[in-house]
């Protein structure tokens, strides 16, 4: 028993020192840009993409907790967006492909801070962001998603 729990404890000592690998991409979202347009495009919906820093950002994490985790946000996206998450996080070391494409989402569209929230038509046209936390996110969402609120 002493050392199953020693072996247990030893496994969570590594992942704390050497940071766990891996994807911080919430249920219902998605991380690869190429299937997200994809099925933007077959879908004829908008993409909503994040970029956020999970585990760092206290305005993302407020964000997360007041915005994205009701369900009215979970309600109104899964029928009318198509949700691209890009994670910059400090304590998940992210695959290197993913890294990769999130460091240039954030540069194709000049993303300075956190959150950043940009509305996508399906083929890529910017239609309008949010940067930063906004009390009244999902609203601001509808407002540059007109064709999400059809």
Known sequence: MKKWLLGILVVF??????????????AGWLDDGKAAFETAKEKQLPVLLLLTGSDWCP???????????????????????????????????????????NNELAKKFGVRGFPTTIILSPDGKELGRIVGYAPDYLEQVKALAPKATK
Do not use: H, R, W
Not at 13 to 26: D, I, K, N, Y
């Open 59 to 101: 305005y993302c994490v407020k964000l997360k907790k007041n915005a994205l985790d009701k369900s009215e946000f979970k309600n109104f996206a899964k029928d009318n967006l198509i949700l691209l998450y890009a994670d910059f996080p400090d304590q998940t070391k992210l695959p290197e492909e993913l890294s990769k494409q």
């Open 13 to 26: 000592c590594c992942a704390a020192l050497f940071g766990a690998s891996g994807s911080t991409t919430p």
